[in-house]
């Protein structure tokens, strides 16, 4: 994808944003007045440039614009390369997110489970309880025959990546075999029985864990091996399953998530940024579902200008807030002075909350002036100021520390923590001449001040 024009007015920490900033796609929130002049360039090739600061250009293409993009066509900055020597497949055994560690992450199941026991560690109030499902038992499913008396699915799949690779030359037929490819895959993790010994000890250690079937809810969420690594931010690219209730209607959760990394759309991604696709292991965190009355994201670091020392937070009322793209209040807090500074109302009507039997329904939200407050705030920034601390791991393919994007809730005035991965830009993004030097009338403005108490000139026409 090249770039993003959504109508609407979305918010700065969705998911897509996040994932559009690490990959380097501009991405643009239009506002419907817009639209008119936008059609007007309908059918054209067109160029968007989007700067660190948010000025927009949107232009038609033409010849003036080749040495611009010969100038930075240069070798892609991301590339998905996990550890093969780190990698256990033979741990089997259904772990509490209590046991898991950091270093866990990439080895027995992937950087969700591994970093939330990490947080668990630190801030066991904060992380709701929580099960994995490590890589080994994924790999073990891929060993039935893909059909009786056939091979392994693994040797099968295997030899369908050889075959995609050899077409590379002729991309219709490609794209046939492609798709075949993908809906055989996901067709037959879905049906698959991973055995009466899997059910039974999965149960056990589900009702150890969260207690006796039916009183819980959990969110059955993707943690693959190929996320949150070093240069790439895995944000909002692998399925959850949200507020699942009843084992069986678990175990149906768990093949859909086991499935999902051969979707069209995960698929096209691992091939255009990692090496070795076949090399896609799935674990599988179960996490006790949590009310939360509001919830948001957080990144420790002003996301505009990339500056430490400030917090940026975008927090709408229920369940899931902000993450799926909805109008969120958006906060810029300075962590030395305390400032907090409002860049945007929670406009969104409804907001999401959970159903007793499982799932998620929209009710209408309260409209409250603020969704956050001060108290709320102050435990916000106390824990984001102990992140780096608690999280040295947090950085870029360089090697160098790295912001935290931070998944919150909070629940009886309680902070509850869903997630933690590093925030990750475009390098090439972030230091391109043209994005930069469209935020110099920008910068030449900014320290100009203007007296809110005083009426406004009349402008001369």
Same mark, same amino acid.
């Given at each position: ?10 918010? *700065? ?11 380097? *796609?501009?991405?643009?929130?239009? +506002? ?30 033409? $010849? ?43 080895? *027995?199941?992937?950087?969700? /489970?591994?970093? #939330? ?11 709701? +309880?929580?099960?994995?499902? !490590? ?19 693994? #040797? ?33 993790? *879905?049906?698959? +029985? ?9 149960? /056990? ?33 692998? #399925? ?20 999902? !990394? ?14 070795? $696709? ?51 209040? &958006?906060?810029?807090? +300075? ?8 860049? /945007? ?15 998620? =329904? ?33 950085? &870029?393919?360089?090697?160098? !520390?790295? !912001? ?21 830009? =475009? ?5 391109? #001449? ?28």
């Amino acid at each position: 994808m090249a770039g993003i024009l959504t109508t609407g007015e979305g918010n *700065i920490l969705s998911h897509v944003q996040l994932l559009a900033r690490n990959l380097g *796609i501009p991405n643009v929130a239009v +506002d419907k007045k817009w639209l008119p002049r936008i059609k007007t360039m309908e059918g054209q090739q067109v160029v968007m440039a989007v700067s660190p600061r948010g000025v927009v250009q949107l232009a038609a293409d033409g $010849p003036q614009w080749d040495p611009i993009f010969e100038e930075h066509n240069g070798a892609q900055d991301i590339l998905i390369r996990p550890d093969m020597k780190k990698l256990d497949l033979d741990t089997l055994r259904f772990i509490a997110l209590d046991n898991l560690r950091a270093s866990d992450s990439g080895k *027995i199941c992937g950087p969700k /489970a591994a970093n #939330l026991g990490e947080l668990k560690r630190f801030f066991p109030e904060a992380v709701a +309880d929580g099960l994995v499902i !490590p890589f080994g038992r994924f790999r073990a499913l891929l060993e039935q025959p893909i059909e009786p008396n056939g091979p392994s699915v693994l #040797l099968w799949m295997q030899d369908q990546y050889k075959i995609i690779r050899r077409l590379e030359g002729d991309s219709e037929r490609q794209a046939q075999i492609t798709e075949r490819f993908l809906k055989q895959m996901q067709a037959w993790i *879905i049906n698959a +029985d991973p055995g009466e010994e899997f059910r039974n000890q999965l149960r /056990a250690a589900m009702e150890k864990t969260f207690g006796p079937d039916g009183t819980y809810g959990v969110f059955v969420r993707s943690d693959t091996n190929v996320e949150d690594l070093p240069g790439f931010t895995g944000a909002g690219l692998n #399925l959850t399953v949200p507020h699942v209730v009843g084992f069986e209607n678990i175990m149906a959760a768990v093949a859909r998530v086991w499935a999902s !990394p051969f979707s069209e759309r995960a698929f096209q991604w691992r091939q255009a940024y990692m090496e070795s $696709p076949q090399h896609v292991y799935a674990a599988v965190l179960l996490m006790k579902s949590v009310p939360a009355e509001k919830s948001g994201v957080l990144i420790t670091a002003d996301v505009d200008s990339g500056q430490p020392g400030r917090l940026t937070i975008a927090v709408s009322e229920g369940v899931g807030g902000a993450v799926s793209g909805q109008t969120a209040e &958006e906060l810029r807090i +300075d962590m030395q002075s305390g400032e907090v500074r409002l860049m /945007a109302h929670a406009t969104e009507p409804f907001k999401r909350v959970l159903l007793n039997e499982g799932g998620i =329904s929209k009710v209408r939200a309260s409209g409250a002036e603020a969704v956050l407050n001060e108290a709320e705030i102050k435990l916000l920034m106390e824990f984001a100021d102990s992140a780096p601390q608690r999280f040295p791991k947090l950085r &870029e393919s360089q090697g160098r !520390p790295v !912001p935290a994007d931070i998944e919150f809730g909070f629940y009886q005035n309680r902070l509850m923590l869903f997630q933690i991965r590093p925030f990750l830009e =475009s390098v090439k993004a972030r230091k391109n #001449l043209l994005l930069n030097g469209l935020d110099n009338r920008l910068i030449q403005n900014h320290h100009k001040v203007v007296n809110l108490n005083e009426i406004p000139a009349m402008v001369q026409r």
